[in-house]
């Protein structure tokens, strides 16, 4: 195999680890947001799974269009307002997930500390 041919294989494979290292960081982040917010619900593992992957779509979909990452501390207001609304917004996605919008905002604040102190790198929101 040539070099650039066996680089190649390397970063995909590598792109792999760091989207699936991301959906898990983002579970764990989800999951402490989640505990800690009052008014949001998820029902179990695979709920909380699911609107991990949502999450991360969602973001994908945010930062492909706008270029702007929901990222509380990242971005200032603009990042809070987004996490706050693709925290809202998964609900309508996901079966088992349920969050009103006062609890959102709370979360998407939650959702910063919690991923500021989580080591992963640039989780999904």
Do not use: C
Not at 41 to 55: F, G, M, S
Not at 70 to 85: D, E
Request: proline content about 2%.
């Amino acid at each position: 195999m040539s070099e650039a041919q066996n680089t190649k294989v390397k970063s995909g494979t590598s792109t792999v680890w760091q989207i699936v290292g991301r959906l898990v960081a983002s579970a764990v982040v989800l999951a402490i947001t989640a505990f800690f917010t009052p008014g949001f619900t998820i029902n179990n593992i695979w709920t909380l799974a699911i609107a991990a992957i949502v999450l991360t779509a969602i973001d994908y979909l945010v930062v492909k269009f706008t270029g702007l990452h929901a990222s509380p501390f990242g971005k200032g207001f603009v990042g809070f307002a987004l996490a706050a609304i693709v925290l809202y917004v998964t609900q309508f996605f996901v079966s088992g997930y349920s969050i009103s919008w006062i609890a959102a905002i709370i979360g998407a604040l939650i959702y910063g500390v919690v991923d500021y102190f989580i080591p992963g790198g640039n989780q999904a929101m």
